[in-house]
């Protein structure tokens, strides 16, 4: 029962350099996100997609850009790695269910220094 | 410079006590609650949800206290074990935002055997 799965685990980068993170769900979730979490400062939400097709901004966007490539799969794209993105990125699922909310269920996160 | 880094608050227990996590959110018009817990090295794991049309909800070894007039949620862990001890967070969301969570910035909760 894989859930949500991230790669790389871990990654060092060079100020400017480019990666992307990829992230992949199994439950057949149509809401996907991702996080950083630095310490002290709890989960901040960088992008979501409310379902395939659809991407908007969170609370911490910019350096950032986003894919929903299918209903599956949602990465994340750093252009150009600066010291301030090192942090841990989590990715997660959801779907809605009627009208209510439902628990979004997480990856166990990409460790990503910039140096 | 020197920098400063925030510190969690932490709430240390004995083995086989019962544990009491305590939020504070910040929306009146959230309707849906939940906590997560978080191991080291791992991601937030889902433990109980509630909703605003409720004030107790229970699961195993595991109650949600809603108090919607002093917009209060705690999380009680009954027989708190050494394999609770991680760092445990509230969120709350507002049906209207597009199910995007406002997450408390967590509790470090010590188990002593």
């Known amino acids: 029962n894989a859930g949500v799965t991230q790669t790389p685990k871990f990654q060092v980068l060079k100020t400017g350099q480019s990666m992307t993170l990829q992230c992949a769900q199994d439950m057949n979730h149509n809401s996907m996100y991702w996080y950083r979490q630095d310490p002290g400062m709890g989960l901040r939400l960088i992008y979501y997609s409310a379902s395939e097709g659809t991407t908007d901004k969170g609370e911490v966007p910019n350096g950032y850009n986003v894919s929903r490539l299918n209903k599956r799969e949602f990465s994340l794209r750093l252009e150009s790695a600066a010291p301030s993105q090192t942090s841990v990125y989590f990715c997660a699922s959801s779907s809605p269910a009627g009208s209510g909310n439902q628990p979004q269920h997480f990856g166990d996160g990409t460790r990503l220094s910039i140096l | 410079g020197e920098s400063v880094g925030l510190h969690l608050p932490t709430l240390s227990v004995q083995e086989g006590d019962n544990s009491i996590i305590n939020c504070a959110y910040s929306?009146?018009?959230?309707?849906?609650f939940i906590w997560y817990k978080q191991e080291s090295g791992k991601g937030p794991q889902f433990i109980i949800d509630i909703r605003s049309n409720m004030d107790k909800r229970q699961g195993q070894r595991v109650t949600v206290l809603l108090n919607k007039t002093v917009k209060h949620l705690s999380l009680q862990i009954a027989a708190t074990q050494p394999g609770d001890s991680a760092v445990y967070f509230c969120?709350?969301?507002?049906?209207?935002?597009?199910?995007?969570?406002?997450w408390g910035l967590g509790t470090s909760l010590a188990v002593n055997p």
């Open positions: 929306n009146s018009a959230s309707d849906y």
């Open positions: 969120a709350e969301n507002n049906a209207g935002n597009n199910r995007k969570l406002i």
